[in-house]
């Protein structure tokens, strides 16, 4: 790497990888490790730079999650965050104890001294705090650089021993100087350059998937998406022709899909790839006939998606490796990783069979996020056009359509989305074309979901009992945190309109406003 690593070690945090990637922006690289991990491990890293998480605990519970205190004795710099603050208070003979006013959301600090990881600071500041224990007294050695209502000590710094805290979120947006806090610790405090970008990445993996596979044969879910077709470029940049990638036409894709991926990626396609289609169509609504249950589902289709791999390894030899495109959001919600609670399981890593006819899984973007995939992805040369392609699930329709799958359903599903997204990118294309820019509530994601309500409904004088489309459309930046798209009225009525008239067995719309959390992007 071109500097760092920059070491965030997690003590449970929901945003702790939130912490890694705002480091990446700033420049620097960045690695995730357990609390759990020996300092001397930790240490051995050789980290340029330290940063302690939030998490759930309180510093003084029996049990709770600490840090050896090797670590502040290093010379290496740390930045403590939240509960991180907390523990480098703890540990360093501060006062630390439960909140008289415990503060969460957005919070007022008084900045005290305007120096080191608060430099260029106004005098008060916007926070975003969720805390119900404080500090109320630093460690030794140490000044008090900020602040609030409900926190005596809402900053420090021993700047003679690198070592610093905050009790807010810098990582997240809602604190608008975070990341600016972020990048003063890196910068000015860690002294570390901002070189670091999406070459980087490629240059890391393509050494790392060499070392790993030697010159043995590799298996790529090639499904057309984004993280797959980058994953696909990045080991065959790595690894050329001991690469073979199958695409697995399960039944489960959006319209037309299938065909569009074999045209880019097929033997007429632009892309020297030993390429596979098997349609499996038939196998997957077989396996999947009259299960409902969401996790059962995924189980369904990701033990099946590896099956139907197994078997094409089969004929194309001896194959140890299996590449897929499992980017570091599904790590996060699958509760891998951390402590992070269970949110969903994903075929490419908590849903897979306990059996598995590979040597090893290789995953080159389990660490990245959306965006990074996609920079990584047009350094490889890969067109805008599949770059910046609709983000989809893993199971597909499979978890788009609520309830049972058949293959009704997905045909129902398809031809909504497809009218959905195609309305969408008409509107967009002409605002831009009338205004030279894209517009403000131009949507991140966007689809069409399949609800297990049916209602009556009119349609030309006689009664239906028809099912209810969803509409999803979000706003997000790194897809761990979104909010509804305020798409124009006037299009989700066309889309209404064209879905109710066009695609048979609908009669109702529905727009979904939630955002995440509470819900997620995806419908199940």
């Known amino acids: 790497m071109a500097n760092g690593p920059v070491l965030v070690v997690d003590f449970g945090a929901q945003y702790a ?52 205190t090797k670590v502040f004795e290093s010379g290496v710099p740390v930045l403590g965050i939240c509960y991180g603050f907390q523990v480098m208070a703890y540990e360093l003979g501060g006062k630390v104890d439960k909140a008289a006013l415990g503060e969460y959301g957005k919070t007022s600090a008084t900045i005290d001294d305007a120096a080191g990881i608060l430099a260029d600071s106004p005098a008060e500041q916007t926070t975003w705090m969720s805390h119900g224990v404080a500090v109320e007294q630093a460690p030794a050695g140490f000044e008090v650089l900020a602040h609030t209502e409900g926190a005596p000590v809402a900053a420090m710094a021993d700047e003679s021993r690198k070592l610093y805290g905050v009790q807010w979120h810098p990582e997240v947006k809602h604190s608008p100087l975070g990341q600016k806090l972020i990048e003063n610790f890196l910068h000015r405090c860690a002294a570390l350059p901002n070189d670091w970008d999406a070459s980087s990445i490629i240059e890391d993996q393509v050494k790392k998937i060499r070392e790993q596979v030697g010159d043995a044969e590799v298996i790529c879910g090639l499904s057309g998406g ?88 089969k004929k194309v030899g001896a194959v140890d490796f299996l590449v897929q495109g499992t980017i570091y959001p599904d790590v996060v919600e699958s509760g891998l990783g951390g402590e992070s609670a269970v949110i969903k399981s994903h075929h490419n890593v908590g849903g897979l069979p306990d059996f598995v006819d590979f040597k090893e899984i290789i995953e080159p973007l389990r660490d990245l996020f959306k965006d990074e995939v996609r920079k990584a992805g047009l350094e ?14 893993g199971p597909g329709l499979g978890i788009r359509i609520i309830g049972e799958v058949t293959a009704d359903k997905v045909r129902i599903v398809q031809d909504a989305d497809f009218i959905y997204r195609s309305e969408v990118d008409k509107a967009v294309a002409e605002y ?21 309500m049916r209602s009556v409904g009119v349609m030309g004088d006689e009664r239906t009992y028809d099912y209810a489309v969803a509409l999803r459309a979000v706003n997000t930046i790194d ?3 979104a909010e509804s798209a305020e798409i124009p009225f006037e299009v989700l009525q066309t889309v209404m309109s064209r879905i109710i008239n066009e695609v048979r067995g609908v009669n109702r719309v529905f727009y979904d406003l939630t955002s995440k959390p509470p819900g997620t992007i995806e419908f199940e």
């Not at 020996?38 to 050789?46: G, H, N, S, T, Y």
């Not at 065909?259 to 038939?282: H, K, M, T």
């Open 380 to 393: 490889l040369g890969i067109p805008e056009k599949l770059v910046f392609r609709q983000p989809f699930p």
């Open 432 to 452: 831009k074309k009338a205004n030279g820019k894209a517009p403000a509530w131009m949507p991140n994601q966007y689809f069409a979901a399949l609800t297990n």
């Open 226 to 313: 984004v993280d797959s077709a980058v994953a696909a470029a990045l080991v065959h940049k790595a690894i050329g022709d001991q690469l073979t990638c199958v695409f697995v036409d399960q039944g489960l894709l959006r319209k037309n899909e299938g065909d569009e991926v074999e045209a880019v990626f097929g033997p007429d396609g632009d892309y020297d790839l030993n390429f596979i289609r098997v349609n499996a169509q038939d196998r997957f609504y077989e396996k999947l006939a009259g299960v409902e249950e969401p996790e059962k589902k995924r189980k369904i289709i990701g033990e099946e998606f590896i099956r139907v791999f197994e078997q094409e390894a």
């Open 17 to 68: 990888q939130l912490i890694a990637r705002r480091v990446r922006e700033a420049g620097v690289y960045s690695e995730l490790v357990p609390h759990s991990m020996p300092v001397d491990e930790i240490l051995a890293k050789d980290p340029k730079a330290i940063i302690l998480s939030g998490g759930p605990a309180s510093v003084f519970e029996p049990g709770a999650p600490t840090i050896d």
């Open 479 to 481: 897809f761990m945190t």
